[in-house]
């Protein structure tokens, strides 16, 4: 804008020269046109000056509320699964159902009267997307049962910065990527406070069945396995396809949820739920949604007796659905809105604007928890307070130590900038979260604006973010946090 009207000043200018008198003496509309230009002038700066602070607003206003929606994102992504404790198979199918529809009230229009999905987006093979879904499904189920049987909304938050070093490992394996000093500390740092959070669960641990925190641990961790593979597959998969980000979040959800109903199998023992009761425990699951219980304390001997005789659960879980429809819509309005704000700053703004809001969201979120208010709220133990710390410094050495010391070192040399700024790279990312939305931005195609050595540091990031990784967004995938696009929800 502020270069069109920057055009038209120059054109009134050439239009408007002074004209001289032979004698030196400037005319009366030489005057005038002087005059004329540098009114001109200062209205292209002035329109300048309040394009860029509308701009500034904007991501402000943007930023806070990926602040606050990526915190509510990743609250009720645990609160969801506790009045549904007794049907997380449900829950994972429900959730990744809800994104067909809404992405293809999109996509369907747009395909019949728009242009952003082009032929070459439509002419990539179904088969992709089936493998793209079929990772995002093993993640989601895995992560799904985990946050449900954690039941430790801030243990859950913590553990999904697993996905930093995990993803560092799978991307050295199957992507040709060199990474920093400093995302090698950064990455055993996280580890570090990983294992100082879990410590006091290796020396008193859980063994009920199935709240044992060290197995479902173990499941949140290696569910960041299928959903980075899913990351590296699209990057290797659709290399420089130019593709709308809902249009492939609406085919990866559809296989995803057609994954969903084969990996019932393994998963219904996992969750306490015999193969042939299994019909029984979905038509629950969904009464449930309902806010109808089906467990109860005074009836439905059968099924009490049945999960009471699984090894994997002495105990009963009483339903109690009363919350169960308002917290699963809740968490699926934050999830949407969540990653359409996720595009928009990236779009409009700064990658390294979306990795502080993320980086933000894990303090946040973690104390969220403890307020006497919150559903199985918990207070932090010191080992808490002191990995939640030490994970906070480890992702502020990742995602932030190399950038803001090139750019550090640009200012005190006053150096002019000749390459992309670090804290100005945008359209780079490719996300998610998960049940969420996917972006995807070719290495070869940005690498030809943009250097080759940039490109593969943003990529690393996104290999290592859970909200922008497939699979739920859980803390993720919720939105690595960070960034976390995945196929579906994007949680970290």
């Not at 994102?73 to 159902?97: A, D, G, H, R, S």
């Not at 989601?140 to 999904?160: D, H, K, Y």
């Not at 959800?253 to 042939?276: E, G, M, R, T, W």
């Not at 339903?319 to 968490?331: H, K, L, N, Q, R």
Request: one cysteine or more; glycine letters at 8%; charged letters at 15%.
């Amino acid at each position: 804008m502020a270069s069109r009207g920057g055009s038209r000043g120059s054109r009134d200018a050439s239009a408007e020269t002074p004209l001289i008198d032979p004698t030196g003496a400037d005319t009366e509309a030489g005057r005038s046109g002087s005059v004329n230009t540098a009114g001109a002038g200062k209205k292209v700066d002035a329109a300048a000056k309040a394009e860029e602070a509308s701009r500034s607003r904007a991501l402000i206003i943007s930023f806070l509320a990926m602040v606050l929606v990526g915190l509510g994102n990743k609250v009720f992504q645990v609160l969801e699964v506790i009045p549904m404790y007794n049907y997380p198979l449900f829950v994972n199918l429900f959730t990744t159902l809800i994104y067909i529809p809404v992405s293809w009230a999109y996509i369907t229009p747009m395909i019949k009267y728009g242009t952003l999905i082009t032929p070459e987006a439509l002419a990539v093979p179904k088969k992709t997307f089936a493998v793209m879904g079929l990772l995002d499904s093993v993640a989601g189920i895995m992560q799904t049962l985990s946050v449900t049987f954690i039941q430790n909304g801030t243990l859950v938050i913590l553990l999904s910065q697993s996905a930093i070093p995990l993803s560092m490992i799978i991307t050295k394996i199957f992507m040709p990527v060199k990474y920093k000093i400093s995302q090698y500390v950064g990455a055993l740092v996280v580890i570090g406070g990983l294992i100082v959070v879990l410590l006091p669960t290796f020396q008193h641990p859980d063994s009920k069945g199935g709240n044992n925190v060290i197995l479902w641990g173990a499941v949140m961790v290696l569910s960041c396995v299928p959903m980075c593979l899913s990351s590296v597959y699209k990057e290797k998969a659709l290399g420089e396809t130019e593709i709308d980000a809902v249009y492939l979040n609406g085919w990866v959800a559809f296989f995803q949820f057609l994954a969903s109903f084969p990996l019932l199998i393994p998963s219904a023992p996992a969750s306490n739920v015999a193969f042939k009761d299994l019909p029984q425990n979905l038509w629950d699951g969904a009464r449930c949604l309902a806010g109808i219980n089906t467990i109860t304390a005074a009836g439905n001997s059968t099924e009490v007796a049945r999960m009471t005789a699984n090894m994997m659960s002495p105990s009963v879980h009483i339903d109690d659905c009363s919350m169960g429809p308002t917290f699963v819509a809740v968490y699926l309005a934050f999830n949407v809105s969540y990653n359409v704000l996720i595009i928009l700053i990236l779009k409009y703004g700064s990658s390294n604007l979306l990795w502080l809001a993320m980086t933000i969201m894990v303090p946040m979120s973690s104390v969220a928890f403890t307020f006497k208010f919150m559903p199985n709220s918990k207070p932090l133990a010191p080992t808490d307070i002191a990995g939640l710390l030490i994970i906070l410094g480890g992702l502020i050495i990742y995602r932030f130590f190399s950038p803001l010391r090139r750019l550090i070192g640009r200012r005190m040399r006053s150096v002019r900038d000749t390459e992309p700024d670090d804290l100005e790279a945008v359209e780079s990312m490719m996300a998610t979260p998960t049940r969420g939305t996917t972006i995807h931005t070719t290495r070869k195609a940005h690498a030809r604006k943009h250097s080759k050595e940039f490109t593969e540091e943003q990529y690393r990031l996104i290999y290592s973010t859970p909200e922008l990784q497939p699979g739920r967004g859980r803390p993720q995938a919720s939105t690595p946090d960070g960034m976390a696009a995945p196929h579906r929800r994007s949680d970290a």
